[in-house]
């Protein structure tokens, strides 16, 4: 699914998300804000716009359906020198925000995050390093969250190597990372 709006002028902006209703609103607030943006809804697409034009920006959701949006930093970055990528998730840890950074992406925001923010991110007034650490320290739930995600990290998102890494049923595995993240 492709959608391309533009304002005139503005940075040309890579939109990547496979919740259309999400997608088409951050399009238009973009737009409305002055970007010229086109959205993709999963990594080929992505990829096939990527080498049809240039982007100054590009907004990549850490899960695609059934795919990672990590796949496309490093083509983002090769691709078009200066880019600024920001990965957002509704599954927020550690280890995927050092990875992705690692990779070459400029940021990285854990959903619900409002258009505001986005714009912080994007025009890079805000360093992640920066960000106030936490007063409480996370809970053991949150602690389990990020190790498991460092572990299916290291095996390259293959859930049944991860699973008998960590000792654990495939079915169980895949129940705990269909949940959020505890905040804390």
Known sequence: ?????????G??????????????????A??????????????EEALHLSAGGKYQAAIVDLRLGGDSGLRLV???????????????????S???????????????????VDVAEILRALGGHRTPALRDPPLDRPSVRRFEWEYIQRVLAE????????????GMQRRTLQRKLGKRPTRT
């Open 74 to 92: 490093p083509a983002l970055v090769s691709g078009h020198p200066g880019i600024r990528i920001l990965v957002l998730t509704g599954y927020a």
């Open 30 to 43: 973009l737009c409305r804000r002055g970007y010229q943006a086109e959205m993709a809804a999963s990594v």
């Open 94 to 112: 550690i280890a995927t925000a050092v990875q992705a950074i690692k990779m070459g992406a400029t940021d990285y925001l854990a959903k619900p």
């Open 11 to 28: 940075d040309r902006l890579l939109i990547v998300e496979d919740d259309a209703t999400a997608a088409s609103l951050l399009l238009r």
């Open 155 to 166: 095996h390259d998102g293959n859930i049944s190597k991860t699973a008998r890494a960590l």
């Open 1 to 9: 699914m492709l959608v391309t709006e533009s304002a005139p002028g």
